[in-house]
């Protein structure tokens, strides 16, 4: 089977986590950012992840996907019930345009294969400087401002239950929270609490996804 993904992409790494941990074989094919075509061949529209099966039949949605794959290979326990995610996520919700004027200026400027191109560099920041109403420049220029709003909520969240808490499996949880945090380690100078440090690494480890840590700005 195939995933279509983006590296900078939430969903996606939904995705990769629930495929690592469940030890599905997959290939994994980073699309450009302004690869429109091969979307909407795929699924009929541009979006990903797309999971690809062996048939050929492609399913969209990363939670759908994520649930297909959860139930593959019995050998691997199966996610956890959601039980937190709702709670964390609506911390993350308060300061939404504050995270994407972190993120989305940073995520063209650290080689990430869907930004491979200058043109999908150009497709990616058109459409992200109208989302937040600001060029890529300005918000870089207010990363003071932004990084405060954002570690003042990472501050502020309940207690994240580390995987080896349960016998280092996987939890829907997991799957909802860990690429909000994950895609923030790209903000170099980003105070993160310790215990928060530590949730990313365990479930980084666990489900074999990379952090963006060596590679802030």
Same mark, same amino acid.
């Given at each position: ?6 590296d ?5 790494v ?21 690869d ?7 699924i ?14 492609c399913i ?9 794959l959860?139930?593959?290979n ?8 959601l039980?937190?995610?709702?709670t964390?996520?609506a ?10 004027c972190?993120?989305? =200026?940073?995520? !063209? ?13 150009? +497709? $990616?920041? %058109? ?52 690429p909000l ?9 980003l105070?993160?609490? =310790?215990?928060? !440090? ?9 489900t074999?996804?990379?952090? +963006? $840590?060596? %590679?802030?700005?």
């Open positions: 089977m195939k995933l279509y993904l983006y900078h992409c939430p969903f996606c939904r995705v990769e986590m629930a495929a690592h941990y469940k030890q599905i074989p997959h290939e994994k094919v980073y699309l450009l950012n302004d429109e075509a091969t979307c909407l061949a795929l009929g529209s541009k979006q990903v992840p797309i999971l690809q099966l062996d048939d050929g039949q969209a949605e990363s939670l759908d996907i994520a649930r297909l959860d139930q593959m019995d050998d691997v326990p199966a996610l956890r019930p039980d937190m995610a709702n964390v996520t911390h993350f919700d308060t300061v939404a345009m504050h995270t994407r972190l993120l989305y =200026p940073r995520n !063209i400027m650290i080689g990430l294969p869907e930004f491979a191109t200058q043109s999908a560099r150009d +497709y $990616f920041q %058109h459409k992200k400087e109208k989302t937040i109403a600001r060029t890529f420049a300005q918000a870089m220029q207010e990363t003071a401002e932004h990084q405060a709003a954002t570690q003042a909520m990472l501050a502020s969240l309940p207690a994240l239950p580390s995987p080896a808490q349960y016998n280092n499996t996987l939890g829907w949880d997991d799957i909802m929270i860990y945090l994950r895609n923030l380690t790209i903000v170099k100078g105070q993160f609490p =310790p215990t928060v !440090i530590d949730y990313i690494e365990s479930v980084a480890d666990l074999q996804t990379d952090t +963006y $840590f060596d %590679h802030a700005v």
